[in-house]
């Protein structure tokens, strides 16, 4: 079960398609998104307070990658934030797929928490879409850990970061739906704290996506904490 202060961590990206979860110091798994239910195959039930390694089993150019002390727990020990990597993984299917993974950190003392989003890379177009977006998050959320230059992809577009959005597009409903979104609240969530009905919500959160030339709900999540909005 996550802690409270990862809990509340993880609850900021909101409901989200993608494929992400986050695993304690030690490894376990503490939340599992249904976007990786369906890229991985196991259920969050299977999977909860597993060791992240013995579930994906990853490897990278043939070698073992994901292990008891691997690469992305090495990195946060030495305060820097881990750099995206291309993996085979082992889904319930037992044939390896490759994924790109990109990681975000939250330290709280001694302890910390990272958060894995994996993407399919079996195309190269949903590739590039992918580490994009994921580049977007790991600039847009704040972490408390001092972050490394890390190399960049050279065939990902870093042109318009989800900081760029510009916010003073939004009208005040749409930049109240934005602030329920980066508190985790689902449509109905959002529907009872702004007074409107659950499709005024969904109409809201469509129009502020649009208007930022946005594509999911965790981009939003990105621009907002990247730009201040509470």
Known sequence: ??????????????????????????????????????????????VLGKRCYSVLCGRRNGRPWCQPDCAIRRSVRRGALPSHVQLEVRPRSGRRIPVSAAFLV???????????????ASGEDRLRHALDEVLHLLHGVESEVSPAPSPEPPHVSLSSYTG??????????????????????SNDDIANHLGVSPLTARNHVQHTLKKLGLHSRTQAVAAALAQGLR
């Open 106 to 120: 939250r330290k709280d003392r001694q302890k910390y928490a990272v958060a894995h989003l994996l993407q399919d």
């Open 164 to 185: 760029e959005a510009d916010l003073s597009l939004l009208t005040r409903r749409e930049t109240e739906a934005l602030r329920c979104l980066t508190a985790g609240m």
């Open 1 to 46: 079960m996550a802690t409270p202060w990862s809990e509340r961590w993880v609850r900021r990206f909101g409901t989200t398609n993608e494929a992400l979860f986050v695993a304690d110091e030690k490894g376990r798994i503490e939340y599992w998104s249904e976007g990786a239910e369906r890229l991985v195959g196991y259920s969050e039930n299977e």
